[in-house]
Each structure stands twice: as structure tokens, then as C-alpha cells.
């Protein structure tokens, strides 16, 4: 079962990939509501728990969201091989420079450079969905409720992912940039229309702030 399991986490799909952040999530979520929940308490603070339920998806979305982007590829992997098997060279291999790719995938298509595949076609959904929680989750729960704020992070935040995974082995690739940013403005879309249409909404984002 834990060879299949294993076997499954170094395919290098993005369900493998999810597998191998799913327990560091999880952790990161017991470990965050073990902090907040007392720390509640011990203001005498209300615990709304549909509010803290959505912090507690947000953290766990963080952390895979950190694991994904952020950490070389198949790093948990490499984590759980020295913790489970004693094989801790892997990590070593994984920090190197990746590459630069500034060409979008729809000029290449274009100039009949490239063929657009389902792989490809999943890659780039994926890259849009994986930033709309984020655009989501912080006009919600933070005080990031400004337009421009959100058009400027949406910006910003892909740029910097995509420059630090150059040191981490993966690739700067331009297609990530857009496909992110555009998830994030459509996460951001979806928060600011709910937040017209739930006003209590943005109550409980502002309360969050103040009991934190």
C-alpha cells in the first residue's frame, strides 16, 4: 500500500503532487487551529465557526499553495523518503537553476510551433484554478478589499512565484504567469460579488482581523 502510494506521489501528475502536500497541509491546519481556538478563548473572543472553518481552508490552501509553487518539485517526497526510509540525498539534487520560457503557449501555437494538447490544456486550467482560491480568500478574510490592491497583488504575487522558482529547479514560464494571474482576479470577482450580496461577509472578515 505505502510502495503503491509512493509510486503514485513520483508520477509527477498533479494528483500526485496534491498527495504529497496533502499531509503538510493538514498538519499546518491541526497546528493552526490548536494556536487560534485557545488563543480565542483566552480573549473571551466569540469562535464563529463558519468564519474559522474558512480560515482553516485557507490555511491548509496556503500551505499546498506553498508546497506547489514554491518548494522544488517532488520535495515531500524526498522528506518522507529520509523520515520513512533513511534517504536523505534526494533533497541535495532538488535545488538547482531552472529555465526561462518568456514565449506564451498561444504564439508558439500560433507559428505552428506547437502542438496544443490535453496535457497541455490541463496545465493551463490547473494554473488558473490553483490562484482562484487565493483571490477568493483575501477580500473574505482580510482586509484586502480594494480593487486595485487585488489587480496589483495579481500581479505581483505570480511574478515573484514564478522568478523564485527559478532557484528551485522549476522553470519560469510565462503561460504560468497569466494563467495565475487571471485566476486570481477571477477568485477576486467572485469575492467582490460576494461580498455585495452578503455584506456580513466582510463583517466577519473585519472581526477576524480585530480578534487576531
Given at each position: 500500500m505505502l510502495n503503491r502510494l509512493r509510486m503514485y506521489m513520483s508520477t509527477g501528475t498533479i494528483g500526485?503532487?496534491?498527495?504529497?502536500?496533502?499531509?503538510?497541509?493538514?498538519?499546518?491546519?491541526?497546528?493552526?487551529?490548536?494556536v487560534r481556538l485557545p488563543l480565542l478563548k483566552r480573549k473571551k473572543a466569540p469562535i464563529r465557526w463558519q468564519d474559522e472553518l474558512l480560515?482553516?481552508?485557507?490555511?491548509?490552501?496556503?500551505?499546498?499553495?506553498?508546497?506547489?509553487?514554491?518548494?522544488?518539485?517532488?520535495?515531500?517526497?524526498?522528506?518522507?523518503?529520509?523520515i520513512f526510509l533513511s534517504r536523505w540525498s534526494g533533497i541535495g539534487r532538488?535545488?538547482?537553476?531552472?529555465?526561462?520560457?518568456?514565449?506564451?503557449?498561444?504564439?508558439?501555437?500560433?507559428?505552428?510551433?506547437?502542438?496544443?494538447?490535453?496535457?497541455?490544456?490541463?496545465?493551463?486550467?490547473?494554473?488558473?484554478?490553483?490562484?482562484?482560491?487565493?483571490?477568493?480568500?483575501?477580500?473574505?478574510?482580510?482586509?484586502?478589499?480594494?480593487?486595485?490592491?487585488?489587480?496589483?497583488?495579481a500581479a505581483a504575487v505570480p511574478l515573484l512565484c514564478e522568478t523564485w522558482q527559478?532557484?528551485?529547479?522549476?522553470?519560469?514560464?510565462?503561460?504560468d504567469l497569466i494563467c495565475n494571474f487571471a485566476g486570481i482576479l477571477i477568485g477576486a470577482a467572485v469575492a467582490f460579488a460576494v461580498l455585495r450580496r452578503y455584506p456580513d461577509a466582510e463583517e466577519a472578515g473585519e472581526a477576524g482581523k480585530t480578534d487576531s
Open positions: 500526485g503532487y496534491f498527495l504529497q502536500a496533502l499531509p503538510v497541509a493538514v498538519l499546518a491546519v491541526a497546528v493552526w487551529l490548536a480560515r482553516a481552508l485557507f490555511v491548509c490552501y496556503l500551505t499546498g499553495l506553498f508546497s506547489l509553487v514554491l518548494l522544488p518539485a517532488n520535495f515531500w517526497l524526498s522528506v518522507y523518503d529520509g532538488l535545488f538547482r537553476l531552472g529555465d526561462i520560457n518568456l514565449t506564451p503557449s498561444l504564439v508558439e501555437w500560433i507559428r505552428g510551433d506547437l502542438t496544443v494538447s490535453a496535457w497541455l490544456v490541463t496545465m493551463l486550467v490547473f494554473n488558473v484554478l490553483m490562484f482562484i482560491p487565493l483571490g477568493f480568500f483575501l477580500p473574505i478574510l482580510t482586509r484586502l478589499k480594494s480593487k486595485r490592491t487585488m489587480l496589483l497583488l527559478i532557484f528551485v529547479g522549476r522553470n519560469f514560464d510565462v503561460d
